[in-house]
């Protein structure tokens, strides 16, 4: 590696460091030895490949949890590392200044330099090591002397990219700023010289997007020095805030060439950057976090600057709108900067700075903008107002939002991206604002005036140039469908037909993950809100959406297989009568292997085989009793995987419940047999807590005599060994109110209908599994899981699979199988055991009294008063 060139050796170093994440140091204990001895080689060509190695091996130091292991591992890295490193660090600084003139030497150097001071940064993130303490003075004053140097021959011409004296300034800021925060004690002497080099760094910089690194981390070393009570003194004179305001927060808030062009070329960059917050690095977000840091000390005296700022700037924009509107939009930036003390990217900004009087600028200066009636006129500052609304929709009263809504919708039609996509994003924020009660803050009567043209506009703006695919504008479709609920009802064949006609589109290449689900979510919308008013439309939408799931599902297009099922789901189960013979001719291809081999796939098909049992049993025993072997397979398949065994049982307590009993007898006893092999071979607490499910789901359909005949027909004694190894130990592990339910039902069965347990060998687990059973009903739940089953749901899959997304409004409603029979289990066992003492009278209060703990027999005294009964 250390021979090869530059750029293979980048790519070999990533993976040394991969190889080195398993094996370093145990079984790669000579590796630190070899590294440090190529230092003395003098190539530098070779120093760097190590250093580059070393970079790729230790910056995972950076985001490690603390731990023993690790601190034993940097220890012995440092004891091995850290001398040689620094001898380095003088070496290579003295031959800087040897080789002053020569640039191709120096460019070397400087690229050594660059991977020392990250390597320093890696080194000493976790804790401050003793021996970094100790020379402290060498790598400080070093530092300095490179942020203040500054050498013609390294000044590059191109304007995007950064050079190498940018980057190793911008690193040195960056353990400048590691040290002013954690390290303030030790590091105190040397900050003065600090502040004020990177200080003189930041005025005498450029508005060149090279620098935007650089200037970036100096100004965050700022803001993070500023923030911290021990540094306060170097802030506090009036004049030192006036000029950190004017010569360092003003400029890097302005709105560059380079941000307008990214603004009308690169929407989409820009959208993620601004909206998203991943404009971590940017000038205006380290300026916005400088303003912040000075708010926490100096809220009265920063605020009092900027406000001059922000009306003067405000002025110069009035004097000429055209030419001046970048001043409005520093000035917007300055107030949504200045305001913002703690935001979040579910609700806004959660706290506001008490001195800045946020409606009053909405009104004064934001909405004028929104009114003007040509919505393409100063974009930049049309996207400001409407981001302002979408940063304190918490802070500005719900008057002035409602006012704004007709103006957002209006905006929807801008020819800018990023104009209509912020009025798409402010829409939906606004449309899941929370008010009184958790309901919505807006509801679907005052938004009922803009339903029709907040639709069409929606659906316009999907047809404009650059945003068939929005995600933003498809998210807001999906929230104003979800809020208006019937009052979109007479625009759904409309709507529909557009959703459909785009879903066709997008399946040819599906590109836009988030769009395409949104897509689904406002599909499944228009279903449910219809056939909640209207049942039979149903047959409409299946033949709006049928043909499009045909050529999705004959075209295989994997990455919407799983919603074209879910969406199917939804469909059969809004059928009141049997199923319509177009679901039943695609039964028999639903149990395909091909289709169960993607694990994207599974609960999508599963829920959507449920859906046709409930729906179509008796259809499937009469028309299909061929495929029940089939059916039988997909849940064998299901049953051996440790990470979809779950999906094996919703299947099977669906054909147990449903099918008519004649027509899974054959069955039956192999599908024991199958569950006891698992259970054998890989025993897991959710493959416990299914089974048990299944087995007193089995019991209430079948009986519990049928229970105890089939476990004593696969082997004699079986179902005592059931009930002593795995009911009466782990029911308690059993989760969910309708699946604990289930297992009251069945196991209050097995008390009081089976005659084996009242007089054969089986009787002396009675009170046992009383005893469990009200454990259940009046224990905490046992969570608690095996170490070794930690990691179980994570198996390995063939290559790259789609994953599974489930659609939240194809939610499928909680199913209760035993709803109809019993309401409350406790009171259902104490009748069911009064029934029993009927049946024979003594037995039970002996049995009861003899061997009950007292905590439980005085439950079960609760459960025979609530339910009015005596055991007799």
């Not at 070393?54 to 091995?80: C, G, M, P």
């Not at 009141?576 to 292997?593: T, V």
């Not at 897991?684 to 089939?710: D, R």
Request: charged share 20%; hydrophobic share 45%; net charge negative.
């Amino acid at each position: 590696m250390l021979s090869s060139p530059e750029q293979m050796q980048k790519q070999l170093s990533d993976a040394i460091s991969i190889i080195g994440r398993e094996d370093f140091p145990q079984k790669w204990p000579d590796l630190l030895t070899e590294m440090v001895n190529r230092f003395q080689s003098g190539d530098f060509h070779v120093i760097n490949g190590v250093l580059r190695t070393a970079h790729s091996l230790f910056k995972r130091y950076r985001h490690e949890f603390k731990s023993n292991e690790l601190w034993t591992e940097i220890k012995l890295v440092l004891d091995a590392f850290a001398l040689p490193l620094t001898n380095l660090f003088k070496a290579t600084i003295e031959l800087c200044s040897t080789h002053a003139n020569d640039a191709s030497a120096l460019r070397i150097l400087f690229s050594s330099l660059i991977l020392i001071s990250k390597l320093f940064y890696s080194l000493n993130f976790q804790d401050l090591p003793e021996f970094f303490e100790d020379n402290m003075e060498t790598w400080m004053n070093n530092f300095h002397t490179l942020l203040t140097l500054d050498n013609k021959l390294l000044q590059t011409d191109d304007e995007e990219e950064a050079g190498l004296l940018e980057l190793l300034k911008s690193q040195i800021c960056d353990n400048a700023a590691l040290y002013a925060q954690k390290y303030d004690e030790e590091f105190q002497r040397y900050l003065p010289r600090f502040v004020t080099a990177i200080w003189n760094l930041l005025v005498t910089t450029g508005q060149e997007v090279k620098y935007d690194l650089l200037v970036s981390n100096a100004i965050q070393f700022l803001a993070s020095v500023c923030e911290r009570p021990h540094y306060k003194n170097l802030f506090e004179d009036q004049n030192t805030l006036t000029s950190i305001c004017e010569k360092v927060i003003v400029p890097n808030m302005e709105f560059r060439a380079a941000d307008e062009e990214a603004f009308e070329d690169n929407s989409e960059e820009y959208i993620r950057r601004d909206l998203e917050g991943s404009d971590i690095d940017t000038r205006r977000r380290a300026a916005c976090d400088l303003v912040r840091g000075l708010c926490k000390f100096f809220e009265g005296p920063v605020t009092g600057i900027f406000s001059g700022y922000v009306n003067s700037m405000l002025q110069e924009y009035a004097k000429n709108p055209s030419v001046n509107w970048k001043h409005k939009d520093a000035a917007i930036y300055l107030v949504t900067s200045l305001a913002s003390k703690a935001q979040t990217q579910k609700h806004g900004i959660t706290q506001a700075n008490e001195l800045v009087n946020l409606t009053e600028f909405f009104v004064n200066h934001i909405l004028p903008d929104l009114k003007s009636a040509n919505v393409n006129e100063f974009p930049v500052l049309k996207a400001d107002g409407i981001k302002y609304i979408m940063i304190f929709r918490n802070q500005v009263p719900k008057e002035h939002l409602l006012v704004s809504i007709p103006l957002l919708i209006n905006h929807l039609q801008a020819e800018s991206i990023v104009v209509h996509t912020y009025a798409a994003h402010a829409l939906e924020r606004l449309f899941t604002m929370k008010g009184p009660n958790n309901a919505t803050l807006f509801t679907a009567a005052e938004i009922a005036p803009f339903v029709e043209i907040l639709l069409t506009n929606l659906f316009k703006a999907l047809t404009l140039p650059g945003s068939s695919e929005n995600e933003y504008i498809m998210k807001a479709i999906m929230r104003s469908f979800s809020l208006l609920q019937e009052a979109i009802i007479p625009y759904i064949p409309t709507l529909i037909t557009q959703l459909t006609q785009k879903l066709l589109a997008v399946s040819k290449n599906p590109s836009k993950p988030h769009f395409n689900h949104y897509m689904f979510e406002a599909i499944c919308l228009s279903i449910r809100i219809t056939c909640k008013a209207n049942p039979a439309a149903v047959v409409s939408f299946e033949e709006a959406l049928f043909l499009v799931f045909t050529e999705i599902l004959q075209n295989d297009v994997q990455e919407f297989i799983p919603y074209v099922f879910q969406v199917m789901s939804l469909l059969l189960e809004t059928h009141k009568s049997d199923i319509p013979s177009s679901y039943m001719a695609l039964f028999p291809h639903l149990l395909q292997p091909v289709l169960w081999e993607r694990t994207g796939n599974i609960p999508a098909l599963v829920r959507l085989l449920q859906a046709f049992l409930e729906r179509g049993s008796n259809t499937i025993a009469s028309a299909a009793a061929d495929k029940i072997p089939g059916l039988l397979g997909v849940f064998q398949k299901l049953i051996a995987s440790k990470a979809n065994d779950h999906q094996g049982f919703y299947l099977l307590n669906s054909i147990i419940e449903h099918m008519p009993p004649e027509s899974v007898d054959q069955y039956r006893k192999q599908i024991f047999i199958l569950l006891f092999q698992r259970l054998q071979n890989s025993k897991t607490t959710k493959f416990i807590k299914s089974f048990l499910v299944f087995i007193n789901l089995y019991c209430i359909k079948y009986g519990a005599l049928a229970l105890q005949e089939i476990f004593d027909g696969i082997q004699p004694k079986m179902f005592g060994m059931v009930l002593e190894k795995i009911i009466i130990p782990e029911i308690q592990k059993v989760s969910g109110n309708v699946e604990k339910k289930i297992c009251a039902v069945g196991i209050t069965k097995l008390l009081t209908e089976c005659p084996p347990m009242m007089d054969t060998e089986y009787t002396k687990l009675w009170t046992p599994l009383l005893q469990s059973l009200i454990g259940l009903f009046e224990l905490p739940e046992d969570d608690t899981i095996p170490d070794e089953e930690h990691f179980i749901d994570i198996e390995d899959t063939p290559g790259y699979q789609t994953a599974f997304s489930q659609l939240a409004f194809a939610g499928k409603k909680e199913h209760d199988p035993v709803g109809h029979m019993v309401n409350n289990p406790k009171i259902h066992l104490a009748q069911s055991l009064h029934k029993l003492s009927t049946a024979c009278p003594g037995r039970v209060p002996s049995m009861v009294s003899t061997s009950l703990n007292a905590d439980a027999l005085q439950y079960l005294q609760g459960y025979l008063q609530a339910a009015s009964v005596t055991l007799l």
